[in-house]
């Protein structure tokens, strides 16, 4: 498997220092969140500074996430902010094209928050997903749809098996699944039996606790020992995040001891 640290999970280190650390635990991958790199998506010099320090520490981005932070949820039965999604999209993919980055992780999309008729919901996410994906399709670019549960205030796609059954709707083959081993805790699922039933739609694995800022060191030991069993071959993120400064540095810690 193509093991990855995310961005998201040192907050407290600037794009560099990230880096530096990923290096000295021996990962040559990372996934990011774009916001925590660059303020405007279309600032070429910024994008030359990301690209000399993923050349000077020899890493790959492989997958961004938490592509539409801080993008409002609007109310989404107006063309207009359709448009404005995707509009930004767009951006994103540029971005990532930029950087030779080959997945976008989409969870918290502004789309899924809506609390309208779920017929409604529903017919305006296939619409929303397939401008996505022929957009992301241009340059080569895999979706993987994220299951999030309603803790999270997502009323859309709150498990994999709805995340399954609405990419069959789809029918996009750029559009693929996300395996989030602490969504499958939240909704009281084995994420073994997810992974084998619909392991050939999974793009992408992120490894975390149903309580993102606390680590259940036992449960992500075994379920890195798990993946690496089955030779899982494509890109799995070990993810935390906590507003707790001294939370983070302990999780920090926690995954340094496991990957190392």
Known sequence: MILCLTNISYKNFNFENFLKKVKELNINNVEVAPSLLINNLNNKKRIREIKFLLKKFDIKIRSFQSIFFNIKKNKLNKKNSIIDLTNHFKKVVSFASALKVRNLSIGSCPSRYNKDKSAFIYDLNLDLFRRFSKIAEKK?????????????????????????????????????????????????????????????????????????????????????????????????????????????????????????
Do not use: A
């Open 140 to 260: 080569m670019i895999t979706i993987s749809l994220e299951p999030v549960s309603k803790k999270y205030g997502i009323n859309f796609l709150n498990n994999i098996d709805e995340v399954f059954y609405f990419i069959k709707k789809l029918k996009r083959k750029n559009v693929k699944i996300l395996l989030d081993t602490g969504n499958c805790k939240s909704e009281k699922m084995d994420y073994k039996k997810k992974f084998r039933k619909y392991k050939k739609l999974i793009n992408h694995i992120q490894i975390s606790n149903s309580q993102i800022d606390y680590f259940n060191i036992k449960n992500i030991k075994n379920e890195l020992k798990f993946f690496k069993s089955i030779k899982f071959k494509k890109t799995l993120t070990i993810e935390h995040f906590s507003n707790s400064l001294s939370k983070l540095k302990l999780n920090q810690q926690i995954v340094e001891k496991l990957v190392k």
